[in-house]
């Protein structure tokens, strides 16, 4: 079996009957100027932390840059934005007391050094125009150096990516290929609402340099403007036999940057895992024992609005405080894993057959915001609240009191 069909089988595996939902949050840690946390400080402290939680510590080019526990993991972003990726739960609640947990050992020892734990799509500072990316340094992994070095002859945003920005990331679980595909279909069709309900800015007149009028969306831009042989939506997503062999073929024949072999980074720039299987540097003696890391690898390289691996993971979010990122699981929940609200989403939409008009509804919500007119001439506004009641619909209990705080500092992005 080659590889192609390994990553075939290896996306297949992940088919469960589980509603999970791993929640994963990129923080932004600032001194009182608004300055980044130093990496040499930063990784002093997942050291010390992480023996003392005996955790995990994990190593990338020799540099302690996370730690993983049995409830969540810490990794150590490009210009060292700190994440958490909470294991898959069903219980929002459990979610919850996870973050919690985490945000109780780790504020105290911020505070104590002067620093403050953000959640912004942007680094304030940035927004408020007092820097550029131009003077942030990125973390000594050779991974980022090699992603600097291609990424900044792609797109004329790579370095506000890589530097200057944060996320809100939700895995789904998929029972099936069609499963997967409606799953993926609906939420594609759904994105542009879901942009602009989880934007998080701190400075509203802000735009990115050359895109002056589009306002909003700040982290999309950035993305979308990045290479599209790794970003934007999956091609072919939206039509009827999409399914496993088109996302192991995408990935396949993505170029893939960086080659990372027992935990160490080599430049390999435009080939793919094709060329370099073909050309003998992925061996076969790689193929044979570590198939599944080099899935990982592979995938880990392709920054698609949805990357699909043994989940689908929802990457249209900006970095929102907890509040705010469990009454976005809660929303997901109560669209994606109720069936009824999925299938009429399905069909409500149905007539919604090309990426490029999700896209277009995209653009106008970076100019117009909430005010934009998407589908059916109704404003992005107005879609928002349909689906955040029809999610109601889907939910029971504190599931409900979660999906309210969705909605949060909407006030101050609506204009």
Same mark, same amino acid.
């Given at each position: 079996?080659?590889?192609?069909?390994?990553?075939?089988?290896?996306?297949?595996?992940?088919?469960?009957?589980?509603?999970?939902?791993?929640?994963?949050?990129?923080?932004?840690?600032?001194?009182?100027?608004?300055?980044?946390?130093?990496?040499?400080?930063?990784?002093?402290?997942? &050291?010390?932390?992480?023996?003392?939680?005996?955790?995990?510590?994990?190593?990338?080019?020799?540099?302690?840059?996370?730690?993983?526990?049995?409830?969540?993991?810490?990794?150590?972003?490009?210009?060292?934005?700190?994440?958490?990726?909470?294991?898959?739960?069903?219980?929002?609640?459990?979610?919850?007391?996870?973050?919690?947990?985490?945000?109780?050992?780790?504020?105290?020892?911020?505070?104590?050094?002067?620093?403050?734990?953000?959640?912004?799509?942007?680094?304030?500072?940035?927004?408020?125009?007092?820097?550029?990316?131009?003077?942030?340094?990125?973390?000594?992994?050779?991974?980022?150096?090699?992603?600097?070095?291609?990424?900044?002859?792609?797109?004329?945003?790579?370095?506000?990516?890589?530097?200057?920005?944060? &996320?809100?990331?939700?895995?789904?679980?998929?029972?099936?290929?069609?499963?997967?595909?409606?799953?993926?279909?609906?939420?594609?069709?759904?994105?542009?609402?879901?942009?602009?309900?989880?934007?998080?800015?701190?400075?509203?007149?802000?735009?990115?340099?050359?895109?002056?009028?589009?306002?909003?969306?700040?982290?999309?831009?950035?993305?979308?403007?990045?290479?599209?042989?790794?970003?934007?939506?999956?091609?072919?997503?939206?039509?009827?036999?999409?399914?496993?062999?088109?996302?192991?073929?995408?990935?396949?024949?993505?170029?893939?940057?960086?080659?990372?072999?027992?935990?160490?980074?080599?430049? !390999?720039?435009?080939? &793919?895992?094709?060329?370099?299987?073909?050309?003998?540097?992925?061996?076969?003696?790689?193929?044979?024992?570590?198939?599944?890391?080099?899935?990982?690898? !592979?995938?880990?390289?392709?920054?698609?609005?949805?990357?699909?691996?043994?989940?689908?993971?929802?990457?249209?979010?900006?970095?929102?405080?907890?509040?705010? *990122?469990?009454?976005?699981? *809660?929303?997901?929940?109560?669209?994606?894993?109720?069936?009824?609200?999925?299938?009429?989403?399905?069909?409500?939409?149905?007539?919604?057959?090309?990426?490029?008009?999700?896209?277009? *509804?995209?653009?106008?919500?970076? !100019?117009?915001?909430?005010?934009?007119?998407?589908?059916?001439?109704?404003?992005?506004?107005?879609?928002?609240?349909?689906?955040?009641?029809?999610?109601?619909?889907?939910?029971?209990?504190?599931?409900?009191?979660?999906?309210?705080?969705?909605?949060?500092?909407? $006030?101050?992005?609506? $204009?």
């Amino acid at each position: 079996m080659g590889f192609k069909e390994d990553i075939v089988s290896y996306i297949q595996s992940g088919e469960s009957n589980n509603k999970n939902l791993g929640l994963e949050i990129e923080h932004f840690v600032v001194d009182e100027k608004g300055n980044q946390i130093g990496f040499d400080e930063i990784t002093d402290l997942i &050291s010390t932390v992480s023996d003392k939680l005996n955790a995990k510590t994990n190593y990338s080019d020799g540099y302690p840059v996370g730690y993983t526990t049995d409830e969540y993991a810490i990794t150590l972003e490009p210009s060292c934005q700190f994440e958490i990726s909470i294991n898959p739960y069903e219980d929002l609640e459990k979610i919850e007391y996870i973050y919690k947990e985490f945000f109780k050992v780790w504020e105290p020892l911020f505070k104590e050094r002067g620093y403050q734990i953000l959640t912004n799509g942007n680094l304030p500072k940035v927004e408020q125009g007092l820097i550029t990316p131009d003077n942030i340094t990125l973390t000594p992994k050779l991974r980022y150096k090699y992603m600097d070095e291609y990424l900044s002859k792609s797109g004329k945003f790579s370095r506000y990516m890589m530097r200057a920005s944060a &996320s809100t990331q939700l895995s789904i679980d998929y029972k099936s290929e069609k499963d997967l595909a409606k799953k993926l279909r609906v939420l594609e069709k759904i994105s542009p609402i879901l942009t602009i309900i989880m934007e998080s800015k701190t400075n509203n007149d802000f735009t990115l340099p050359g895109n002056e009028g589009q306002k909003h969306l700040l982290r999309i831009q950035e993305w979308d403007d990045l290479d599209p042989a790794r970003t934007g939506f999956l091609k072919g997503s939206l039509d009827e036999d999409f399914g496993y062999k088109d996302i192991a073929d995408i990935n396949y024949n993505m170029p893939l940057i960086l080659l990372t072999k027992d935990g160490e980074s080599e430049y !390999v720039g435009d080939s &793919s895992a094709k060329d370099l299987i073909e050309k003998g540097v992925i061996t076969e003696n790689d193929l044979k024992e570590k198939t599944t890391s080099l899935i990982e690898h !592979v995938f880990s390289m392709g920054f698609f609005h949805y990357r699909i691996k043994t989940y689908i993971e929802v990457r249209l979010a900006d970095s929102v405080p907890i509040d705010k *990122a469990l009454g976005f699981t *809660a929303l997901l929940k109560g669209l994606i894993y109720d069936e009824h609200n999925l299938n009429y989403l399905d069909e409500k939409l149905s007539y919604i057959r090309s990426l490029d008009q999700i896209q277009s *509804a995209i653009d106008q919500i970076k !100019v117009d915001g909430f005010d934009a007119k998407i589908y059916d001439g109704k404003t992005a506004y107005e879609w928002s609240e349909e689906i955040i009641e029809l999610a109601d619909s889907g939910l029971e209990g504190k599931d409900k009191e979660y999906l309210k705080n969705v909605r949060t500092f909407w $006030s101050d992005i609506k $204009s």
